[in-house]
Each structure stands twice: as C-alpha cells, then as structure tokens.
C-alpha cells in the first residue's frame, strides 16, 4: 500500500481545505489512476470484441 506523507491546508477557521503532499507521491498516484484507467479501457474494448464476434457468429 502507498503510504501518503500529507499536509492539511486549513481557512483562518482551522477547517482542512486542501491536502499537500509530495510530488514523488503525487505522480505515483497518478501512475497508478492511468494504469487502472486503461486496464479497464481495455476491458471495455475486449466486452465489445467478444459481444460482436458472438454476434457474428450467431447471425452465421
């Protein structure tokens, strides 16, 4: 599991309005979004390869 070293950013009420956190973090995570994005692009991609061979083969 990625361990998150964060700041609060706080409002002159002391209310958290943002997180900071390192840049090493930061593109990790977002290494890790566009891994899962496209892993499941992909998924969606061979769904509707499969549906369309199934339906050829049916119409066949």
């Known amino acids: 599991m990625l361990e998150l070293h964060k700041s609060y950013v706080i ?3 002391q209310r958290p309005i943002a997180v900071q956190i390192p840049i090493a973090e930061f593109e990790k995570i ?3 979004l566009e891994d899962y ?3 499941k692009l992909m ?3 061979e769904e509707e390869e ?3 061979y ?3 083969q049916k119409e066949n």
Do not use: S, T
């Open 43 to 45: 998924q969606e991609v």
């Open 50 to 52: 499969a549906l369309k």
């Open 11 to 13: 409002d002159d009420n």
């Open 54 to 56: 199934y339906q050829l």
């Open 37 to 39: 994005g496209l892993a």
């Open 30 to 32: 977002k290494e890790i």
